[in-house]
DNA sequence: TATATTTGTCTAAACGTTTAGACAAGGAGG
DNA sequence: CCTCCTTGTCTAAACGTTTAGACAAATATA
């Protein structure tokens, strides 16, 4: 079968143990001549090293493990490649475990990254509650991207109560008072960006007893549609449709050009993530950025800095958001103009 | 630290190997009063086995590898989520590897895959040549989506010459004839897609010696609009262009739309894929479908099976694709009528 | 009753590495 | 010349599992 480091030793006349030494430029020095022997067996047999029996004498396994909710979704493929790309520069592996927004799936994964003892763990879009990440938080090296609080972590927060905040200071401003805000599955018991918006209306005096329009099965653009269609039908005097993602953002537009609304004219729809296709669609989609590719290049840089000291350097890193305007959102006033010319 | 099996068993006060028996339902039996008291001491303690101990040992790691070009490319986000459906059904577990398009970074992947000894392999749009593709099939448990033909190998080939063939007929039976095709980057030797189309224009009589616009230096929109507006400006008669990719033909009507033409009256674009965001797009785009969640489930189906009986039953599945009509494209007839009503 | 089988348990040897410690040889410094 | 350090090599013990084989007791078969 697979040549192994016996195999080497017995080829080029030397001990395992000078074969280990030279292949990890060892603990201990090698003469030229043995490590030539050992490179040329190595070379002919074409050898490589057993992971597994490495891993399990030295408890490295070079590998971090990553948690996503969803593969599909634009916002996680950039994190995924940051991650990769920091992890690749460290020389680390990244197993990828996407949850599908499923807790239990989750639970799974961890327990799954436990067993094999991966070094470290980057999780981003958890539907854990802040007890369960708060378990995982202390048995594993792991930074955390979540709006929770969790003690003693290594925590990234996107700022979603600003962002749920700008979007209803933006539209506020632009005249807009029936807002509906079209949530994502209930992942938290704090719904930031959801409870932003209605500061920002409370701030202004506006009413928010009927911001919560209709809320998905899933997130996705065809839920987007059936909840867009069921919030309008509910409360057909909308303007303005806050949406807890750029997919159902997406899928929001879309109900409206099936209910016969123009957008903006009619509605204006605000989306959130800033994915590519944001900018591309028509119209294309105003919308709350937050850099999901810096995002994961950072958190990885954190765990695998943790993983060198294992200092407990818990901290808290804060992400802004910004808010970026484009053709789906429009002024109340420019509507109402257009009325009154009629 | 963690507690092991030896733990677990002078807990349970009974030998190690009672303990693996009861964990593995082991090879032999154990009697309900031990039973009890090592699940006992499993439940009071959390153990977790070490995978990495048990796989060295077992040789079977119940993972199996995939490498795929371009995680961000929607089409192998739904080829993803078919394997991974498949292979938790089976208990096992996906790690998953980007390549980037880089066939340096694949080889990489590969070897690492070995040395951690996943069980098989899954690879699709692989940018290795035909005889580094052998050289792989032949080392590993693969099973292969490639338009190559690699002898003994678990291969599954999409018709993409005949994806090419249907659009090139397609485009002529409505009258095009300024046809050009925008190819992603020359990965293989064997241009399937733009052959089948030469065939179908060759099959009419019509000149091919134009037939291919500018090459991109990556697969993306923002090349896609680089190439097309290169290939507008060297063939600015063209009426029609077929695109590599979706994400290439979402990039070719911007670029048109850019340069005031429009789509699909001025001139029709046409993909291949059918991601969701053809569909989606304004306007919607016209491509060629294969379901790749569907191709990825089966490769799965397939891999496994093959890991259980391990006689090697090579064999070739062709893939069909199916041409999708939608907006983006259009009969010239309808645009010389409209030229000829002026 | 004598013998064969089944049932349950244990001991110990793997699996393929890494690495501490023993040891020998060769120089350097006194 | 003796001691001390360095350099290079080797032996052997881990790491945490699985499992073949030994063995004893209980049960079935003759």
Redesign the interface.
């Known amino acids: 079968m697979k040549p192994t480091v016996k195999d080497i030793a017995k080829l080029a006349g030397v001990s395992i143990a000078t074969v280990s030494y030279v292949i990890n430029n060892g603990p201990k020095p090698v003469s030229v001549e043995a490590r030539g022997k050992v490179l040329d067996a190595i070379a002919k047999t074409g050898y490589?090293?057993?992971?597994?029996?490495r891993?399990?004498k030295t408890e490295r396994?070079q590998t971090i493990g990553l948690l996503i909710p969803d593969?599909?979704d634009?916002f996680f493929?950039?994190f995924?490649?940051g991650v990769?790309q920091v992890a690749r520069e460290w020389n680390y592996?990244v197993?990828?475990c996407?949850t599908g927004r499923n807790p239990s799936q989750e639970l799974h994964y961890i327990?799954?990254l436990?067993?094999?003892?991966v070094d470290g763990l980057v999780m981003a879009g958890s539907m854990l509650d802040a007890s369960a990440l708060k378990l995982v938080a202390a048995n594993h090296n792991a930074v955390i991207l979540s709006p929770y609080s969790i003690p003693d972590a290594l925590l990234y927060t996107l700022d979603d109560f600003d962002g749920g905040y700008q979007v209803g200071n933006y539209l506020v401003s632009k005249g807009h008072v029936a807002i509906r805000y079209i949530e994502g599955t209930w992942a938290h018991e704090i719904p930031h960006r959801y409870a932003g918006l209605q500061a920002a209306l409370k701030e202004h005096g506006l009413p928010t007893d009927e911001l919560l329009g209709a809320t998905m099965n899933e997130v996705s653009?065809e839920e987007g549609i059936r909840a867009t269609v069921q919030t309008l039908h509910d409360f057909p005097k909308t303007t303005a449709l806050s949406c807890y993602n750029d997919m159902v953002a997406?899928g929001a537009v879309?109900a409206c050009r099936r209910l016969g609304l123009r957008v903006p004219e009619d509605i204006s729809v605000i989306g959130f993530d800033d994915i590519?296709?944001a900018s591309?669609?028509?119209p294309s989609l105003t919308t709350v950025r937050s850099n999901s590719h810096e995002i994961g290049i950072a958190m990885t840089r954190s765990l695998i800095a943790l993983l060198g000291n294992k200092e407990a350097c818990s901290k808290v890193v804060p992400i802004p958001v910004e808010l970026i305007v484009r053709e789906s959102s429009c002024p109340v006033t420019a509507r109402f103009q257009k009325k009154e010319g009629i």
Chains 1, 2 share one sequence.
């Open positions: 490589q090293p057993n992971a597994l029996a891993s399990l396994t593969i599909a634009p493929t950039g995924i490649t990769e592996n197993f990828l996407n327990d799954l436990a067993q094999r003892h653009y997406l879309e590519p296709e591309r669609s028509r």
